[in-house]
Nanobody, 126 residues
Framework: QVQLAESGGGSVQAGGSLRLSCQAS???????MGWFRQAPGKEREGVAT????????YYADSVKGRFTISRDNAKNMLYLQMTSLNSQDTAMYYC????????????????????WGQGTQVTVSS
């Protein structure tokens, strides 16, 4: 059984940084993991995804150059380093995982992910 637990959210002023972490257990080798976010009244959207192997990372246009996703497969950890935060980044952030590969690790298709954490809130004040 896959379990995902996020941590690291909080409140920060615009221009600040946060690092989200996701502890995973029960994952099978060779799958995608990613960060998604959902703001009130909006659909869940992909932020960044990464496959188990190789260095391919995929980012939403809105976060390119500001956010960095990384994986530590040995520790079953997924991270999201967020810099230059702005009010548009305010949302609940979710860690997600799915077995196998899809193009772009399904950055634009949250429904392709089968395992989800409970989420961690990120609030950016201007």
């Amino acid at each position: 059984q896959v379990q995902l637990a996020e941590s690291g959210g909080g409140s920060v002023q615009a221009g600040g940084s946060l690092r989200l972490s996701c502890q995973a257990s029960g994952l099978t080798a060779g799958g995608c993991m990613g960060w998604f976010r959902q703001a009130p009244g909006k659909e869940r959207e992909g932020v960044a995804t990464a496959y188990s192997y190789g260095g391919n990372r995929y980012y939403a246009d809105s976060v390119k150059g500001r956010f960095t996703i990384s994986r530590d497969n040995a520790k079953n950890m997924l991270y999201l380093q967020m810099t230059s935060l702005n009010s548009q980044d305010t949302a609940m952030y979710y860690c997600a995982a799915r077995p196998g590969w899809l193009p772009g690790c399904a950055l634009a298709n949250a429904r392709a992910y089968v395992n989800w954490g409970q989420g961690t809130q990120v609030t950016v004040s201007s």
